[in-house]
């Protein structure tokens, strides 16, 4: 119950900033502040809701509190902070320590090992990459100085992509997660099979056009495949898809949700602050991707279907067009709200997800008052994005260890030296090559 507590207080917390509740109190809070409760709350649920199996329960809590005290310490202090950036002491590596080593824990815990040991590798790099040889001998930084540049600095797991994820990428999943709470998932469900249920290999084109409109509102490929593949996917296989082809159609579709606009996936909102352009122009330039992603699956979900004999379901059995399209107002006339303050009005991504989420809950207030009121079913709502978001806003602090060791070191000028010399004398491709296997 304490978990569930915990993850609610994230949407809360991102809800009061996204719409400057504190600066309309008359309270000053830095991004970075914020920041850092959103983080210190994040390693606290991830810690607690997946505890050590067979561990020790108390020095496991003690740990994430220990853990989330650095982050909220950080928070604390870091305006005084801004002025005694030459400081190094025990008063603020100590802290520091403890609060990197909880959020990689954590991650290890909710992500897997592989992205904790990517955080563990830059930052042993960080502190002995000046022993590495060549091109990537790294500058020498005291370890009190790279620890805190990772710990409190715009560059470090305070920066860019964490404030992405719990602005923009906040207000998304929380945008998604009140669509499936007022009916979206099933309308968008009785919507695609209306519309591909009779078709040659019907349960598959389904699965594409179900998973495809629920990549327009969540942009999670996760997200996708547990909504939707426990149903597509037993539909696949009574009519005729084997097993694997089934789970990988489902797969495929679910993965497009990343370049579906008008959501899409992190990335989506990291291009938009990287290069300093519109959300809307990121959206725009992915339509087509978009389109030809799932244009593609489709014709080769029909040439298999063709291959192999699979008809679709008889029509009968299936929701008219008209009446699945009346009810898919749940998803539409949401979508509709989030297309006009992004495009027309010209709001922040995060804002005009949350404005949207606030008009399916209007909507559903209109159809069941007594549900849309119920303390259980806004609070489900609350706990069901923080646990969505506390994967993504581990993930993205470990972006920020990745990006900010890359920048105090130099190791971002040597991977450039070294693409360059491998472009004067390989070529495109071995440039291309090279930075593929980087990435």
């Not at 824990?105 to 002995?128: D, I, K, P, Q, S």
């Not at 920020?400 to 360059?420: D, E, K, M, R, W």
């Amino acid at each position: 119950m304490s978990s569930r507590i915990v993850t609610a207080l994230l949407p809360v917390l991102g809800i009061a900033w996204i719409l400057d509740l504190p600066g309309r109190l008359g309270a000053v809070v830095i991004t970075e502040q914020y920041l850092a409760v959103v983080l210190g709350l994040a390693v606290l649920a991830g810690l607690v809701a997946k505890p050590v199996a067979g561990g020790w329960r108390w020095p496991d809590l003690a740990f994430a509190l220990a853990a989330m005290g650095g982050w909220l310490w950080l928070a604390w202090n870091y305006e005084d902070w801004l002025l005694t950036a030459h400081l190094r002491g025990p008063e603020k590596w100590v802290p520091a320590a403890f609060a990197i080593a909880g959020m990689l824990e954590a991650t290890r815990r909710h992500c897997g090992m592989v992205l904790a040991v990517l955080g563990v590798v830059f930052m042993a790099y960080g502190f002995w990459g000046w022993l590495a040889p060549g091109l990537f001998e790294g500058a020498y930084l005291k370890p009190a100085r790279y620890l805190l540049y990772v710990y409190n600095d715009s560059n470090g797991v305070p920066g860019l992509v964490l404030n992405v994820a719990a602005n923009q990428i906040m207000g998304f999943i929380l945008f998604g997660v009140v669509l499936t709470a007022v009916g979206g998932s099933d309308a968008m469900t009785r919507l695609a099979l209306s519309l591909m249920g009779h078709r040659r290999g019907g349960p598959a084109k389904v699965a594409i056009l179900a998973s495809s409109l629920f990549g327009t509102l969540s942009g999670s490929t996760v997200a996708n495949v547990m909504s939707y593949g426990v149903v597509t996917i037993p539909m696949m296989k009574k009519a005729g898809f084997p097993s694997r082809y089934a789970a990988a159609i489902e797969a495929v579709a679910s993965n497009g949700g990343q370049i579906a606009p008008p959501v899409m996936g992190a990335t989506a909102f990291v291009i938009a602050e990287f290069l300093q352009v519109g959300y809307g122009d990121v959206v725009i330039a992915a339509f087509l991707p978009a389109f030809f992603y799932y244009y593609l699956l489709y014709r080769q979900v029909d040439r298999f279907a063709v291959a192999h004999g699979i008809e679709g379901e008889a029509r009968e059995s299936l929701p008219r067009p008209g009446a699945a399209l009346l009810g898919a107002w749940p998803l539409l006339a949401p979508l509709g709200v989030l297309i006009w303050f992004l495009f027309v009005l010209g709001y922040g991504p995060g804002k005009a997800a949350l404005f949207s989420a606030l008009a399916a809950l209007a909507l559903n207030l209109i159809r069941a008052p007594r549900e849309t009121l119920s303390p259980r079913f806004l609070g489900r709502i609350l706990a069901i994005s923080g646990q969505t978001l506390v994967p993504v806003i581990l993930v993205s602090a470990v972006a920020g260890i990745v990006i900010g060791t890359i920048n105090v070191t130099g190791l971002g000028f040597a991977l450039t030296l070294a693409l360059g010399k491998i472009a004067a004398a390989g070529g495109l491709l071995s440039l291309l090559a090279a930075t593929a296997a980087l990435a």
